[in-house]
């Protein structure tokens, strides 16, 4: 049987690309020596004293900045904040064998990682605050002209979440310089609460990165401001080797060996923060305090798996989503999710309910969502783009 569609279902607002309140500038060319100098400030500011840099063959700089120092400790909130290196319990079960149908898991981080004490942020250039411009900022919602998903949605209940993870197969879709595609997993609160939202999975984002590589990201959204990976306070990192931003370099093949990552949200038992972390072998990146969180405080009530894009020019052919076919082929040639599991109040991950979970896309004709092979707990989406409609 066909999977039950819902169109026209409001999402979660969507991070287009970071909310960069700091920058005015829309451009490099154009700016008077005024807005020059205020932007070199910010990057003073932005860009703290290293120990130790790392250039990844992709062109990256990653400096290994003080743990004590890093970007997260300018949030207002977080002035006297204690750093929980890291949680005090691992989501059990959390066991998924790399020779698993699902493809091998394949989360690389640094080749060499930053020295005890520092942690990796990748620096941010005065080309990257002069992107943005101030429209950039604010997000958008589902069903607009610019943004398309296709999604396995659990709605909103009385039920509580604590987390989410699932198996994402690793893709590469070519988009435009001023288009995005990505694959998520996500966590929100609501209705009825000020709208508190993580997102984490991979991108290719030409405008934000500078190139079309598959990138790691995360994003947060707290109700009033919006926040990208490192270049927003308030994200911790932990880890020495996975900093968001990181490129993954093994891409499935259409038709041939599949690689894939787990992402992993979940919420710490004792301390309330939200981690993010890699695969089974429970590598943590690093977490947002539980202090940012206004109706994330407690639980999630919302889990979203799948595929979005976006397109700055609403009249151009939309980006590829997944890897750029329909979710009617085998797994070894459409974009998948596998084993969606959900954290409880035990930090158990549990499978689950196939008859709570939603499928959702906004243009049927340009990306598809649908069951793979009969499986309970997994998905094919995605679709090649083109002139959609809404």
Known sequence: MAPR???GLIMIPFLVLLSVSFCSCTRLKGINSVEDLE?????KVLNKPYTKSIQTEEGDVFDCIDIHKQPAFDHPLLKNHSIQMKPSGFPKELVVKATSP???LFAQGLSKGCPFGTVPIKRVRKEDLLIFSKENSHPTAAGSSEFHYATRILP????NYFGASAVLDIQNPQVLNNQFSQAFVQIRSG???PLNTIRFGWMVNPKLFGDSLTRTFATLNTGENGCFN????GFVQVSTTFPLGYVLKNISIYGGEQFVVRHI????????NWWLAHDDEKQTVGYWPNSLFTSLSRSASEITWGGGVYSADSNEAKPPMGNGHFADEDFKKAAYFRFLRTIDESNNLVLTDDSLLQYFTDSPKCYTIGALEQEEHAFQYGGPGGKCGV
Do not use: E, H, M, Y
């Open 5 to 7: 569609v819902i169109k």
């Open 39 to 43: 932007i070199d400030r910010q990057l």
């Open 102 to 104: 699902a493809g091998r």
């Open 156 to 159: 909103s209940s009385d039920r």
């Open 191 to 193: 209705p009825g609460a």
């Open 230 to 233: 490192n270049l927003c306070t």
């Open 265 to 272: 949200i979940f919420k710490d038992p004792k301390s309330g």
